[in-house]
């Protein structure tokens, strides 16, 4: 079973900055790729940015050259910079680990809770 804890959203105006932070914990699994959605009200789902576990980064246009996706392998956690935040970044970000269960012999994805993040004036 993993489990992950999301911390970081909260209230900043515009221009400002966020940490986001998501670790996964649990026993008998290796955490792959590992990234963050978004959720606004009335929208889809979208990929925010993901990383694997050599490094490799994805990360939507939006947010290029504001946000910085990065992980520490070694403690299985994920965490998405966010700098010159704007009001369309409003939304609930969600963490995802895509993992292999050795006791299952097979793949699959775990969500975080999600938490909000609200850019206003």
């Known amino acids: 079973q993993v489990q992950l804890v999301e911390s970081g959203g909260g209230l900043v105006q515009p221009g400002g900055s966020l940490r986001l932070s998501c670790a996964a914990s649990?026993?008998?699994?290796?955490?792959?790729?590992m990234g963050w959605y978004r959720q606004a009200p009335g929208k889809e789902r979208e990929l925010v940015a993901s990383i694997t576990r050599t490094g490799i980064i994805n990360s939507a246009d939006s947010v290029k050259g504001r946000f910085t996706i990065s992980r520490d392998s070694a403690l299985n956690t994920v965490y998405l910079q966010m700098n010159s935040l704007k009001p369309e970044d409003t939304a609930v970000y969600y963490c995802r680990a895509q993992y292999y269960s050795y006791i299952l012999g097979s793949s699959g994805d775990y969500w975080g809770q999600g938490t909000q993040v609200t850019v206003s004036s």
């Open positions: 649990g026993s008998g699994f290796s955490i792959n790729a």
